[in-house]
């Protein structure tokens, strides 16, 4: 297995310019998340699902949008980027019945100029 | 707001030692506590984890041990070794599995001296 997989590793965008983040997990798990990490400090939370076809707001959604159309799948969508939104944006899935743990995947560095 | 938090942002020690690294919390509601484990370029890698109705938990090399009367979550990490050097952050679910995800700390950033 794979586990969560991120596409793509490094993009650089300019300001205004708009993309999409993909996340693939083949767990088969319920859940996924999408974090941001900005240097010195954690994970933030910024758009979660708990199935296909659902989504919710975590702690920083301003300026994205994310979609679950398929289970496996978690987009994260920025339509104007910012360069407050140069980050490392890493997502996660785990799966349900009471089960904590979030499996990670690699990252994705991005630049906004 | 509630958060989860560290104390150092970095912990330097010697090959062979132990090692403790600390966090505190202030949600009283929290129901689970896990450690993740950093290397430069990765993503979070689980480590230990341990709920609110237990005070220790051990794996390997490794123990976490939960004080709910002060808040005080601790990492050992028992004869650390060159390839411990990471960041690690706690970081904390609510009841109920968790489901709109873990807040996290802000990480301690782990250096083994040779």
């Known amino acids: 297995n794979a586990g969560v997989t991120q596409t793509p590793k490094f993009r650089v965008l300019k300001t205004g310019q708009s993309m999409t983040l993909l996340c693939a997990q083949d767990m088969n798990h319920e859940y996924m998340y999408w974090y941001r990490q900005d240097p010195g400090m954690g994970l933030r939370l910024i758009h979660y699902?708990?199935?296909?076809?659902?989504?919710a707001k975590g702690e920083v959604p301003d300026g994205y949008n994310v979609s679950r159309l398929k289970k496996q799948n978690f987009l994260l969508g920025l339509e104007s980027a910012a360069p407050s939104q140069t980050s490392v944006y890493f997502c996660?899935?785990?799966?349900?019945?009471?089960?904590?743990?979030?499996?990670f995947g690699p990252g994705t560095r991005l630049t906004v100029t | 707001g509630e958060s989860v938090g560290l104390h150092l942002p970095t912990l330097s020690v010697q090959e062979g030692d132990n090692s403790i690294i600390n966090c505190a919390y202030s949600n009283s509601a929290s129901d689970y506590f896990i450690w993740y484990k950093q290397e430069s370029g990765k993503g979070p890698q689980f480590i230990i984890d341990?709920?609110?109705?237990?005070d220790k938990r051990q794996g390997q090399r490794v123990t976490v041990l939960l004080n709910k009367t002060v808040k005080h979550l601790s990492l050992q990490i028992a004869a650390t070794q060159p390839g411990d050097s990471a960041v690690y952050f706690c970081a904390e679910g609510a009841s109920g599995g968790g489901a709109d995800g873990l807040t996290f700390g802000k990480g301690t950033h782990l250096i083994i001296q040779p």
């Open positions: 699902s708990v199935g296909e076809g659902t989504t």
């Open positions: 996660a899935s785990k799966s349900g019945g009471g089960s904590y743990e979030q499996y």
């Open positions: 341990i709920r609110s109705n237990m």
